[in-house]
């Protein structure tokens, strides 16, 4: 369950802005005591004392509709406000599974949405996307709903900058680096540019493993077909027949199934590794870039080198990847018996072309800056 707010019926004068409000609602007639009831009571005083006076200053009236939805249903009411509203104030306290699938749909959108949620409640990392953080307290109630009536200021007359998952979706360019990048002193959540170096670091570092393990494969991959050598020179010998190439290509086949399949998996691994570490180098490049150019000596310049040669690293890679793919494409045209290796390699190549465009863009960064 959900709690969603709408706005009130349209005025004559012009339009209201709707607005739906997503957030875990607990069971108001569950058990005292229970989990369910505490839910309610918690999320009800984040409603009353943040979000709906936060509304009220911008003359948009939200309504409860505690009733709209069974417990664990996404209700085609539900999904057209989260669509279709002009804006959605969403509430990440707890983690609900539901608010998370509804935040999800909304990102896609590219219209404005907007996070809150209590310290050390969140489901997830939400240091990519800014979220009004408070503690469950008096000050920090009244300090959440000033931040609340700040960002809706800041909506309704500045506009919002679609989301990531938007603007993949609708092919528009890269977010402006922002001052907003920089860390915020005023909050203690915020990281900072070494915090960004050491998530870099660490993703590079299982990234580093990753590339060894698609190495690897690529080498067992080469020893397989040096070694079935001989058997295939033999085959194409004058006046051999064709069913000679039989036993060179299923012992081909059986050799290269284990490293081809394990190259797949490598290689899906090392694509999810990228998309994972793309917002944390692009933070980072944008706090540097919001360095004047004397300051980023040190740590800075060493970051943008080291992104510089990964991203080398990681183009030469494809290109081998390319050349065995390549090879591969004529060995599944002779023979069937290579078509799952050939398959698993195919795949294998795809997943880190799709992401050679991400690398190529840390690339062209990193130069720019250094």
Not at 27 to 39: C, I, R, T, Y
Not at 239 to 268: D, I, V
Not at 343 to 348: G, K, Y
Not at 355 to 370: F, K, P
Request: aromatic share 4%; charged share 20%.
């Amino acid at each position: 369950m959900s709690i969603v707010a709408v706005a009130g019926p349209e005025s004559e004068e012009a339009p209201m802005t709707t607005c739906f409000v997503i957030a875990p609602i607990g069971n108001e007639h569950a058990p005292d005591g229970s989990p369910e009831l505490l839910a309610f009571e918690e999320n009800l005083e984040i409603y009353e004392k943040v979000i709906l006076p936060a509304c009220a200053r911008h003359g948009i009236v939200p309504v409860r509709a505690d009733g709209i939805a069974d417990s664990g249903e996404i209700t085609e009411q539900i999904c057209r406000h989260v669509l279709q509203d002009d804006i959605v104030i969403a509430d990440l306290t707890g983690g609900n599974s539901n608010v998370t699938y509804e935040i999800g749909i909304r990102h896609l959108t590219g219209k404005p949405i907007i996070h809150i949620g209590e310290h050390g409640q969140l489901p997830f990392d939400l240091s990519l996307i800014r979220t009004i953080m408070f503690k469950r307290s008096r000050s920090g109630l009244v300090g959440a709903r000033r931040d609340l009536e700040g960002a809706l200021e800041r909506v309704l007359h500045n506009g919002f900058e679609p989301l990531t998952p938007a603007r993949i979706l609708f092919g528009l360019p890269a977010a402006a680096p922002s001052a907003e990048s920089v860390a915020d002193p005023d909050d203690p959540e915020a990281p900072g540019l070494i915090d960004w170096f050491v998530r870099v670091e660490e993703q590079t570092e299982a990234m580093g493993e990753t590339t060894e393990a698609i190495g690897g494969f690529m080498m067992s991959i080469s020893e397989v077909a040096l070694q079935i050598g001989p058997v295939m020179e033999r085959a194409s010998q004058p006046g051999a027949p064709m069913s000679a190439w039989l036993p060179a290509m299923t012992e081909l086949a059986k050799g290269m199934a284990e490293p081809a399949a394990g190259l797949r998996e490598s290689c899906t691994r090392f694509a999810g590794q990228m998309v994972e570490m793309d917002a944390a180098v692009h933070t980072a490049f944008d706090v540097i870039a919001a360095m004047p150019p004397e300051q980023r000596a040190g740590s800075p310049n060493g970051f943008l080198e080291q992104m510089v040669s990964t991203a080398e690293s990681t183009q030469e890679m494809v290109g081998v990847l390319s050349e065995v793919e390549v090879g591969m494409r004529w060995l599944i045209k002779m023979s069937r018996e290579l078509r799952a290796p050939g398959r698993d390699i195919s795949a294998a190549v795809k997943q880190v072309s799709a992401v050679v465009t991400r690398i190529a863009d840390w690339e062209r960064r990193a130069r720019a800056l250094i």
